[in-house]
């Protein structure tokens, strides 16, 4: 099923009560702040340092409602996606997103992501963001192009009678998204850094890498189209890949063609400037990583070839003069010319690249390209009675996508700017005590995915960096 198919809605009766469905145990409890999260005896997993961090946010944050939205949204990934095990001692972890049972690569390294600041606290969490890299890495070596897969690699997917590509089992979707590449070295990256721990990196890791870097280059097209192809039977335009599966010309300008966004919808020109500058800081810190621990200098070299070559590429082709707000960075272009000016809230996104180290937030040209997408000049910024921010065609008109609301205070140093998202957060959850994929500008009751990890685990990275460096945000 899609993702646009899951639309909720809850409503809000009595003075100051909600009146919230309990999604997990089905059941109704009307209270200020009703219990929402999953009990003890059905999380599937526990960190007992994720457990002393929500302690230490109810125990100091005089507002409530924020505390009770910390304690559900935080550990909804660790409650509810993820299902750990042994195999032949080494830790096996397959994530899924919510609502959906499949491993999105992006997602499940996004989703747990804001828990590596603890996994030198709590060995139990270690071995379950281990356990990612290496599941991973199995994904990747089964199709570098495919961005979602099954637990079990004998499950064929429903999009298989629809998908006019190269399906093989256990694969779900295979949307070829640059930043399905990017995503897992950002999590390994980190890890690596914040542990010390290079165990995950073995072998099989090193060819996961190997497979990357050689993906990303047949998809530079300079010399033919590689072998990747997408058409979807669909009624939904953004679906399905044109030009019989390899989408709308591109000038081999060195750029890489991504045929899908982060938000799984189809570009419009295939050089999706956001993913190919995650892609820079991607392969730059990956090559440190083979050269540091594998000794691998000649893979190291030729990975930060193709990062410089993309950097030079954005900023020769990916850069468009604004009438209203100078030098911006494009959303899309095809080194012919053309450009689709916009910004899409899921991320990477053109607001959320310094929080990827992408960008420095000081960058001038970010700097206007911020202006920019928060504006109705981006024509997927939507304004309304209760929010405003970024949505994107995935969902529709007139919806905003919370993410794009944390992505906004992420990127800023700005305490009222911070605050102001916050706040907005805070009365936009429609009753629920969760975050959504979206809600409508005018009635945050009409919101689509009660249940979407990604977006509660880092609205609860937000909540907890202004917890440790802007406790006086939080009152």
Known sequence: MERRKFIKTSTLAGAGLFFTQNIFSKSFIAEEFPVVRVSRDKRHFTSEAVENAISAFKKKVRNKELAWLFENCFPNTLDTTVYYKNNDGDPD??????DIDA?????SSAQVFPYLQFANKDHKLHRLISGIIYKQTDFILKDPYANAFYNDENKISEWKQFDHTDMKPGIHERKWEID?????????????KTTGDTKPFDNDWLKGIRLTLQTFIEQQRKTNLGPYKFERTTAWATDGIPMGGYGYPTEPVGLINSMFRPSDDATIYAFLIPSNLFAVVSLRQVAEMVSKIRNETTLA??????????EAAVKKYGIYEHPEYGKIYAFETNGFGSYNLMDDANCPSLLGLPYLEALAADDPIYINTRKYVWS????????GKVAEGIGGPHIGLDM?????IIMKALTSEDKKEIRWCIEVLQKTHGGTGFMHESFHKDDPKKF?????AWVNTLFGELLWKTFNEHPELLY
Do not use: K, Q
């Open 376 to 383: 109705e000049a981006n024509p997927f910024f939507f304004r």
């Open 103 to 107: 491993m999105w690569l992006r997602d």
């Open 301 to 310: 070299h030729e990975l930060n070839r193709l990062a410089d070559e993309i």
């Open 448 to 452: 689509t995915r009660s249940w979407f």
């Open 400 to 404: 905003i996508w919370p993410m794009s």
């Open 180 to 192: 399905s590449l990017c995503y897992p070295i950002r999590l390994a990256y980190h890890f690596w």
């Open 93 to 98: 972890t397959y994530v899924i997103t919510g």
